[in-house]
């Protein structure tokens, strides 16, 4: 990457902030020499854990912010009260340009709210959703909404296809990116109504070429598409019961080598596998949720993280930027073939 990046950094958000922000940003800026860092929270703080890395010295600036949201704060609480917060000024530097995209470890409802409020959706989109990569047996696939839009139309599910198809295609790389409707069944007879409408919509729109149908829940971790689109409340409930699959099965693997003397004997063997099996389902490098849909970049990363997965959210970031993600979805919905642009891109969501 050579292209100058400005990014806002929501300093205070996080369980472990500021200390795991700053610590992620250090690492970040490793990688991504030509980023500087607007770190919005509170100076007294921020100051001496940033100064004590020379490695940053000139690729930062301090804004300082009085107020911080609470993790349990209810945004409707966060947006009237808490007007000097630092995720609000940093949300608000990515609409006045000040930076090209911001990253929050913090309240999730609260961050959701203010930039939909403050950055608004782009031209097109009814809402926007949260995305992340999720790891398959071919590599990396795109899985959108994960909670943002608990119940979705027939419209919003075209329109999280087409941002998703966008991403894989701009974001990832793939060429020729399938997507892929999370369904009961992949029969074309399967799923609800919503579904069904949303299967023929995709089929009349710019991106039929690419829509692959409707998959199953296996289909995910198989790699079938490459992009999963599926309502909030489901991709909110399959990413969770994944988490805890893999969770499960690591602690299976951990007493299965406990349980014996040739157990304990087998693990000193099998270390190295089990060392390279840990790093690549380390949930760090998946950290952090992808807002798409909204007139301006914006990452969410997890509340809980350290400063590793903060790192990641930061390269979903700038990837966002560099890619110039907004740039291609508007293109796409302006020059898309119909019913999407002419009948959809102005649609009221009940």
């Given amino acids: 990457m050579s292209m100058p990046v400005k990014l806002a950094v929501d300093a205070m958000g996080g369980d472990h902030a500021p200390g795991m922000v700053i610590e992620g940003v250090v690492a970040a800026s490793?990688?991504?020499?030509?980023?500087?860092?607007?770190?919005f929270g509170k100076e007294d703080q921020i100051r001496p854990l940033i100064a004590a890395h020379s490695s940053v010295a000139g690729k930062?600036?301090?804004?300082?912010?009085?107020?911080v949201i609470p993790a349990d704060m209810k945004p409707s609480q966060a947006?009237?009260?808490?007007t000097n917060s630092s995720m609000k000024n940093a949300i608000k530097s990515v609409a006045d340009g000040r930076a090209e995209g911001v990253v929050s470890a913090g309240n999730t409802g609260a961050y959701l709210a203010l930039t939909k409020i403050i950055l608004k959706t782009l031209p097109g989109i009814d809402r926007p959703a949260l995305a992340s990569l999720v790891p398959s047996m071919c590599g990396e696939s795109v899985m959108m909404d994960l909670g943002a839009n608990l119940e979705c139309t027939p419209k919003n599910l075209l329109q999280f296809s087409i941002m998703g198809e966008m991403f894989a295609r701009h974001v990832l790389s793939h060429p020729k990116p399938s997507v892929g409707l999370l369904n009961v069944g992949s029969e074309d007879t399967k799923g609800s109504p919503i579904v069904q409408e949303a299967a023929e919509l995709i089929k009349q729109s710019s991106i039929a070429e690419h829509f692959y149908g409707f998959i199953e829940g296996d289909d995910i971790t198989k790699g079938t598409v490459d992009v999963v689109v599926t309502d909030g409340f489901t991709g909110n409930a399959?990413?969770?019961?994944?988490?805890?699959?893999?969770?499960?099965?690591?602690?299976f693997i951990?007493?299965?080598?406990?349980?014996?003397?040739?157990g304990r004997i087998g693990y000193l063997f099998a270390r190295p596998m089990i060392k390279k099996l840990t790093k690549r389902l380390d949930h760090r490098q998946y950290n952090g949720g992808i807002w798409l849909g909204l007139n301006g970049i914006a990452v969410k990363s997890h509340g809980g993280t350290d400063y590793l997965g903060f790192a990641h959210s930061i390269d979903y970031a700038v990837d966002m930027i560099t890619s110039k993600i907004n740039d291609h979805i508007i293109a796409e919905l302006e020059a898309g073939s119909t019913p999407y642009p002419k009948v959809l891109s102005h649609s009221k969501v009940a």
Avoid at 30 to 39: A, C, D, E, W
Avoid at 79 to 82: A, C, D, E
Avoid at 238 to 251: C, I, N, R
Avoid at 254 to 262: N, Y
């Fill in 238 to 251: 399959v990413l969770k019961a994944g988490e805890g699959v893999l969770q499960l099965s690591m602690s």
């Fill in 60 to 67: 930062y600036d301090i804004i300082h912010c009085d107020e």
């Fill in 254 to 262: 951990r007493q299965a080598f406990k349980s014996s003397l040739f």
């Fill in 79 to 82: 947006i009237r009260s808490l």
């Fill in 30 to 39: 490793q990688r991504y020499p030509n980023v500087h860092f607007l770190l």
